[in-house]
């Protein structure tokens, strides 16, 4: 075995030392940071994200902060999707476009004030653009990178434990709403947010130094709603269809292929780059759409590192972008981005996979899992059990 060396480069988070003492046991990188991407019991981190509540390192969702007197135009320009009537305590899901509406990243845009934005990302390296753009605009901005590293808490019983430490006023926070404030000197943003259809907060911690603190305070409040370590889970975000930049995206992949269209206002945001090229696009219809994909009964496949191949009667209609294993379903499941006009829901298909040709069958998204929400993780698809880490 080998181990991944860390430093400037491959950069820990704020929460590296709780999650080795909670057991991490895989991590992936993000942003050029470490992201816990287990605890060795991932039928469990399933179920608790379904059924009770989760605790997330995801320090690696960076914050690119954007502030001065052009904060607000240079927040403008960058995304196609207005930001018109965001209020100062709001954010907002939003593609980011390069000038010929390809896909560059897909935050989540936060207004702290007037003139102060974070652009909380995904895996790509938004600030450089940001500088660029602000630059050649000649904008009266700062675009940095501060100390910031969110901790998600995910899961049904999260507004319970996370009113339990903030108050009951998080109840009443809005999807993306946010306050800023400080608790027992930490200084923070808690959020109504993150990377799951299970509902959650996001505690955006604004000094690195209290990241151990922070994760106690949170997993003692949730002990009574056993509470415990889990991460961006890839089974429930392709049953919901979340998008994961970067996985079911490559350098061609406009916010329409992508089931992001809805995140575009092409008459509210003129001097936002991409914009002509998206009306273009919108005009003609996009080349590829994404779909799911619900592969035959049989073996779990091998994991994704590559984008896999799919035919419809023997011509190529695009790849399989994503797969899983889904307990609920029973199947394993994924996501595609395939020809619009070749590749429709109801359409079998052939997928190249790493164990082979597999049969599959093209369904809209999200997957419908509602009918087995009870269901308890049953022998055949729980790994063996290891102890559970100490501590
Ligand atoms: N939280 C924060 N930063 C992030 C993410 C996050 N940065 C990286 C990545 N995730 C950005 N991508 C997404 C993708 C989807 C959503 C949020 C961030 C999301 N979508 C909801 C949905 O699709 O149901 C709602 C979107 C809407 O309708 O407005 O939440 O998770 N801090």
């Given at each position: 075995m080998?181990?991944?060396?860390?430093g400037?480069?491959v950069?820990?988070?704020?929460f590296?030392d709780a999650?080795?003492?909670?057991g991490v046991s895989?991590?992936?990188?993000?942003?050029?940071?470490?992201?816990?991407t287990g605890?060795?019991?991932p039928?469990?981190?399933?179920w608790r994200?379904?059924?009770?509540?989760s605790?997330?390192d995801?320090?690696?969702?960076?914050?690119?902060e954007?502030v001065?007197?052009?904060?607000a135009e240079?927040?403008q320009?960058?995304?196609?999707r207005s930001?018109s009537?965001l209020?100062?305590?709001?954010?907002?899901?939003?593609?980011?476009c390069?000038h010929d509406?390809?896909?560059?990243?897909d935050?989540?845009?936060?207004?702290?004030n007037?003139d102060?934005f974070?652009?909380?990302?995904?895996?790509?390296?938004?600030m450089?653009?940001a500088?660029?753009?602000?630059q050649?605009r000649?904008?009266r901005?700062?675009?940095?990178?501060?100390?910031?590293?969110?901790?998600?808490?995910?899961g049904?019983k999260s507004?319970?434990?996370?009113a339990?430490v903030?108050?009951d006023?998080v109840r009443d926070?809005p999807?993306?709403?946010?306050?800023?404030?400080v608790?027992?000197d930490m200084?923070?943003?808690?959020?109504?947010?993150?990377w799951?259809k299970q509902g959650?907060f996001?505690i955006y911690?604004?000094?690195?130094q209290?990241g151990t603190?922070?994760?106690?305070l949170?997993?003692?409040?949730?002990f009574?709603?056993?509470?415990?370590p889990?991460?961006?889970?890839?089974?429930?975000r392709?049953?919901g269809?979340l998008?994961?930049?970067g996985?079911?995206?490559d350098?061609?992949?406009?916010p329409?292929?992508?089931?992001?269209?809805?995140y575009?206002n092409?008459?509210t945001?003129?001097?936002?780059?991409?914009i002509?090229?998206?009306?273009?696009i919108h005009?003609e219809?996009?080349?590829r759409?994404?779909?799911?994909?619900l592969f035959d009964?049989?073996?779990?496949l091998?994991?994704?590192?590559?984008?896999?191949g799919?035919?419809?009667?023997?011509v190529?209609?695009?790849?399989?972008t994503?797969?899983?294993f889904?307990?609920?379903l029973e199947?394993?499941?994924?996501?595609?981005l395939?020809?619009r006009l070749?590749?429709?829901?109801?359409d079998r298909?052939?997928?190249d996979?790493a164990d082979?040709?597999?049969?599959?069958?093209?369904v809209?998204?999200?997957?419908?899992v509602?009918t087995n929400?009870?269901?308890?993780a049953g022998p055949?698809?729980?790994?063996?059990?290891?102890?559970?880490?100490a501590?």
């Open positions: 080998f181990t991944l060396s860390h400037t480069r950069r820990k988070s704020p590296y999650t080795v003492d909670a895989a991590f992936t990188v993000y942003n050029h940071m470490m992201m816990p605890y060795r019991d039928v469990s981190e399933y994200l379904i059924h009770g509540v605790l997330w995801v320090a690696v969702e960076r914050q690119v954007v001065g007197p052009d904060a240079l927040a320009a960058l995304t196609p930001l009537t209020q100062v305590g709001r954010g907002r899901y939003a593609p980011i390069d509406g390809i896909l560059l990243n935050p989540i845009i936060l207004k702290l007037e102060q974070w652009f909380s990302i995904a895996d790509s390296d938004l450089l653009w500088r660029a753009v602000a050649e000649r904008l901005v700062t675009v940095f990178e501060p100390d910031v590293g969110p901790l998600a808490v995910q049904p507004t319970d434990v996370v339990d903030f108050g006023w926070l999807l993306f709403g946010f306050r800023q404030i608790h027992q200084p923070l943003v808690v959020a109504r947010s993150g799951s959650g996001e911690l604004r000094d690195r209290y603190d922070l994760w106690n949170l997993m003692e409040a949730g009574a709603y056993e509470i415990g889990g991460y961006p889970n890839t089974m429930e392709i049953e269809g998008l994961s930049f996985s079911d995206t350098a061609e992949t406009n329409y292929e992508v089931r992001l269209g809805r575009v092409l008459d945001a003129p001097t936002a780059i991409g002509e090229a998206l009306r273009k005009a219809g996009p080349k759409h994404q779909l799911g994909v009964e049989g073996a779990p091998s994991r994704v590192d590559v984008w896999m799919a035919q419809k009667d023997g190529d209609i695009g790849s399989v994503s797969s899983v889904s307990i609920r199947r394993t499941i994924g996501l595609a395939v020809d070749a590749a429709q829901p109801g298909i052939t997928v996979t082979g040709e597999r049969e599959a069958e093209l809209d998204l999200p997957f419908d509602d929400l009870q269901r308890p055949k698809v729980a790994p063996p059990e290891p102890a559970p880490p501590g």
